[in-house]
């Protein structure tokens, strides 16, 4: 996953059958989500967020 998205900072898989990359700033998830990237990734339907730190 790193190879794919260098800027990421971490990611979430949820039972649903998504994973979220997740990118510390939305300017970074707008970059991601123009460059060409996998629409699933082990069968798992992928998608961008920004992190958020505040619990």
């Known amino acids: 996953m790193r190879e794919l998205f260098l800027e990421a ?12 990359i997740l990118f510390e700033k939305t300017s970074q998830v707008k970059a991601a989500d123009q460059r060409p990237w996998p629409c699933e990734i082990g069968g798992l339907r992928v998608f961008f967020d920004r992190a958020d730190y505040t619990p």
């Open 9 to 20: 900072v971490g990611m979430e898989v949820l039972v649903a059958g998504f994973v979220i």
